[in-house]
């Protein structure tokens, strides 16, 4: 028997609610904040992600899904969206629209990692990015909007998680500090930051292993290496997010985990998932539109994997909207009584009403289990007598009282009944 692959999963009708609810709180705070979508290919040229994520990193040394295709391209199912929406921004002109210019998406990742709580292969995705200004105040409203996500999804004990990891005036002399730092530390580290050390010195601050934690702990911190440019943006940052009264912690070891990011970076983090209770992250990343063959342009946005979300919201109790229920149930017994009831379920549908019947040759009996299993609030029986008679038997579930009703006005009759319930 076939099965889904590994690292990933069915969403299965029972978890549709949750899925149905985050994305009608997306599209209500994205209209709010004044971002329109945007929908790029789920694949894109392999050069887009090693020039725009970094060659040195973990998502492009180990984890990109990458083909050739019959004409010889090579070709990579996307490992995370923002490059992607960069692209389109540049390949559109859309650096001649007034800025910055505000855009989102929801589509599915592709990472080969190790499947763990809230980690798949495919996964679904939620990004925001705000391109073409260099604006602390940017970087606030971008934050304010990842922080008014959370808690109008109903999530609690939020935690905004911020650091600055400056640009390429000042980062260097950071990325020195820290190779000097760790010299002479190699035997102390595990095999992972060994490497990085060499490749991607940033990425040892992100490092999980136990034994690394006390050395990463006493590590140079990227704040106290920040030109003034890149200070005086932090620092307003600061004072902005205190206005909007959105509490934050200083994390010296946030880093993220692509290199385009600049100055900003930050993440949400929310208990109920473990260790891994991170539920998004973003940043700054002014220098990526100019890293893919662009002009130099600003921009900010933020990431959220919808399914750890979903998992935290199950953990911490949030209760979400029930999946509409059937209003309407038609039960039948006799063949004409069941094409006069196939013509009658669709026209109520076509009145608004939510209808299902009943298919296959089983009794009245079976077929008001049915009903009653499908929550349906009235069930119309419909037999050979009540059709030569021009009316049907309208049964209420929640009492079993009964009624009988002209075909020709039960939409009148329902109406009354159902109002504000279609």
Not at 160 to 176: F, K
Not at 359 to 383: C, H, N, P, V
């Amino acid at each position: 028997m076939y099965r889904a692959p590994r690292g990933t999963q069915d969403i299965l009708p029972q978890d549709q609610p949750y899925w149905q609810f985050i994305r009608d709180q997306i599209h209500r705070l994205c209209t709010l904040y004044g971002y329109e979508r945007l929908d790029p290919p789920l694949f894109e040229e392999t050069s887009l992600f090693t020039r725009g994520i970094g060659a040195s990193t973990d998502i492009v040394e180990k984890e990109m899904y990458t083909f050739q295709d019959k004409g010889g391209d090579s070709l990579t199912l996307l490992p995370e969206a923002t490059a992607s929406v960069m692209r389109a921004y540049l390949e559109h002109g859309m650096y001649v629209l007034p800025q910055p210019v505000k855009l989102y998406s929801i589509l599915p990742i592709f990472r080969y990692e190790r499947p763990q709580a809230g980690r798949f292969r495919q996964h679904y995705q939620f990004n925001y990015e705000a391109i073409g200004v260099q604006d602390p105040a940017l970087d606030a409203e971008v934050i304010s909007l990842a922080w008014r996500f959370y808690e109008d999804l109903g999530l609690r004990d939020l935690n905004l998680q911020l650091n600055s990891i400056g640009d390429q005036n000042c980062r260097p002399a950071y990325i020195e500090a820290l190779i000097d730092y760790y010299q002479g530390k190699e035997r102390k580290i595990c095999t992972d930051c060994r490497a990085r050390l060499k490749r991607n010195p940033l990425r040892l601050l992100d490092c999980k292993n136990e034994g690394c934690q006390p050395i990463i702990e006493a590590a140079p911190k990227s704040l106290d290496f920040l030109c003034p440019e890149c200070a005086e943006h932090f620092a307003t940052l600061r004072v902005q997010l205190d206005l909007l009264q959105i509490p934050y912690q200083l994390n010296h070891r946030l880093v993220r985990g692509l290199d385009y990011y600049t100055k900003t970076v930050f993440e949400v983090w929310a208990p109920g998932i473990g260790a891994q209770n991170a539920v998004g992250g973003g940043g700054r990343y002014d220098g990526l539109a100019k890293e893919i063959g662009g002009r130099d342009t600003p921009a900010i946005g933020f990431a959220i994997g919808l399914e750890r979300v979903i998992m935290t919201m199950k953990a911490q109790g949030v209760q979400v909207p029930p999946w509409p229920r059937p209003q309407i149930f038609l039960a039948h017994h006799g063949s004409k009584a069941k094409e006069e009831g196939l013509r009658l379920v669709e026209r109520l549908r076509e009145a608004g009403f939510r209808a299902i019947m009943s298919f296959g040759d089983r009794s009245l009996k079976a077929q008001m289990r049915e009903a009653d299993r499908e929550g349906a609030e009235y069930t119309l029986i419909l037999g050979e007598e009540e059709r030569r008679r021009g009316e049907i038997t309208v049964r209420e579930m929640a009492t079993g009282q009964e009624a009988q009703v002209e075909i020709g006005r039960l939409e009148e009759w329902l109406r009354e009944r159902l109002e504000g319930d279609t």
